[in-house]
């Protein structure tokens, strides 16, 4: 069965910083979609970002990129320019089945 | 611009006692799940469901059962409820379903056995 492991249980990056958050997965299947998604204090759940396995090209959504290495199963989630909107657990997900166990992601002004 | 909508928001169950959480959606979406969130484990799959009329276990079904009533409704039952059940429990809906497509989340429903 697949795995997702989130190492990093806090982070903490100044407000405009950059900071990057760890995804590592396991599977042995070839094609596969992994996610970003955002949980703030409100508990609701929205994706922040997408990668298609079969997509060398990494993914980009304004300050939110990610760097895909599909040899390492590694999926980390760099935010660029934080902001304290930014503050919330962010969740790694392969598809639709495997969740990581979360980061919280605090930002300071 | 409802979206997925999770009812109750709340819920306080002695051991044994059973209750259903209701999920609807409103966006024509395919597929439906089921997910308990734990503190320092993430979210885990319970059920889901890729269509109408199907459903199948995800990681942590026992304890639980599912009904997809028709294409908006997936029902989730605890028959005899456990301390273990105890959980924030979430619904989510995705257009395509399998690997690919967003998933669009409720806002969850704090559950309590005591």
């Known amino acids: ?109 | 611009n409802a979206g997925v909508t999770q009812t109750p928001k709340f819920q306080v169950l002695k051991t044994g006692q059973s209750m259903t959480l209701q999920c609807a959606q409103d966006m024509n979406h395919n597929s439906m799940y089921w997910y308990r969130q734990d503190p320092g484990m993430g979210l885990r799959l319970i059920y889901y469901s890729a269509s109408e009329g199907t459903t199948d276990k995800g990681e942590v079904p026992n304890g639980y059962n599912v009904s997809r009533l028709n294409k908006r409704e997936f029902s989730l039952r605890l028959e005899s409820a456990a301390p273990s059940q105890t959980s924030v429990y979430f619904c989510a809906s995705s257009e395509y379903g399998g690997a690919s497509g967003e998933l669009f989340f409720g806002e969850g429903s704090r559950l309590t056995v005591l």
């Open chain 1, 1 to 109: 069965a697949q795995t997702v492991t989130q190492s990093q249980p806090e982070m903490s990056v100044q407000e405009a910083e950059t900071v990057t958050l760890s995804c590592t997965y396991d599977t042995s299947e070839s094609d596969y979609y992994l996610f970003w998604y955002k949980q703030p204090p409100s508990r609701q759940m929205i994706l922040v970002i997408r990668q298609e396995a079969y997509k060398q090209q990494n993914a980009t959504e304004n300050r939110f990129s990610v760097n895909f290495q599909k040899a390492a199963k590694s999926f980390s989630l760099k935010i660029s320019d934080s902001q304290l909107g930014d503050a919330a657990m962010y969740f790694c997900a392969y598809d639709d089945m495997r969740f990581g166990a979360g980061t919280r992601l605090t930002v300071k002004p």
